[in-house]
């Protein structure tokens, strides 16, 4: 897996703390402490997650080799489904929430990395270097969730559900380009 495929991956990952973050940051004023803790949290959990679900698919790979690219396209698919079906369900539960209780930012920095992990399965059964990968994920997750609050701050017209919708679409094309790969059609 390349730079430009993990930079993707990173963004399409991030995208769930980018509309968390817009959301917080339309409705709540935060200060930059509340920010960069949420921001920092959200990179955390986005980044360990991947190597947690790594360990465990790259335990499987020799078993399921034969059909590992149909696992990781399942996996890419499925999240970014569930990303695009999200963006469409209207659901405001994230607005009613104070992200500035700790206890409240960790359940969010782990309901949304549970996609992250699930993506650390798929990139046990490809050739991906996972330290690279969580590196990655971790600065990026980070950089857009600052991105989402200050944004949400500022404008209140973007609508949160678009970047969960755009990351959605991004994981499913990826998951298109590694069976295309394997069957070496591209």
Known sequence: MNLTELFLISLGLSMDCFAVSLSFGATRKLIWKDILRMAFLFGFFQGAMPLIGW????????????VDHW?????????GLKMVWQSFSG???KRSVDIRKLSILL????????????????????????????????????????IGAILGEKTHFIPARWAEFAGGIVLIGIGIKVVLEHLAII
């Open 55 to 66: 360990v465990v698919g790259n335990s499987m790979q020799s078993s399921i080799e034969p």
């Open 91 to 93: 659901e405001e539960e």
């Open 71 to 79: 696992i990781a396209f399942a996996i890419l698919a499925i999240i």
């Open 107 to 146: 359940s969010l920095a782990v309901a949304t990395s549970i996609d992250a992990l699930i993506t650390g399965v798929g990139f046990g059964f490809i050739k991906v270097n996972i330290y690279e990968a969580v590196i990655i994920i971790s600065m990026i997750t980070f950089m857009v969730s600052v």
